[in-house]
Nanobody
Framework: QVQLVESGGGLVQAGGSLTLSCAAS????????MGWYRQAPGKQRELVAL??????RNYADSVKGRFTISRDGAKKVNLRMNSLKPDDAGVYYCNAVLYPTGTNYWGQGTQVTVSS
């Protein structure tokens, strides 16, 4: 059973920084894609950033230049968030796609609160 465990959320002032981490366990397979999504109250879950096993990275336009996603080995992904804005607040979910099945896995989410 694959599990994704997130850490690093919290409360930060606007302009501050946080680093989120996600560690996968329960599978000896490879995760072809690992990424972060977020969901603000009353809004749909949206992609923040993702990285593939080949090293490519995609970011939402709203976070480009402020957030950096990185893989730490085969089963861990980090999200460094700088210059945080109140609009960045929400629950951040880690996502991983298992190769070759394409099965999606989600973490339980970690809350990020940005005070203005």
């Amino acid at each position: 059973q694959v599990q994704l465990v997130e850490s690093g959320g919290g409360l930060v002032q606007a302009g501050g920084s946080l680093t989120l981490s996600c560690a996968a366990s329960g599978s000896s397979g490879i995760f072809s894609v690992m990424g972060w999504y977020r969901q603000a109250p009353g809004k749909q879950r949206e992609l923040v950033a993702l990285t593939t096993i080949t090293g490519s990275r995609n970011y939402a336009d709203s976070v480009k230049g402020r957030f950096t996603i990185s893989r730490d080995g085969a089963k861990k992904v980090n999200l460094r968030m700088n210059s945080l804005k109140p609009d960045d607040a929400g629950v951040y979910y880690c996502n991983a796609v298992l190769y070759p099945t394409g099965t999606n896995y989600w973490g339980q989410g970690t809350q990020v609160t940005v005070s203005s």
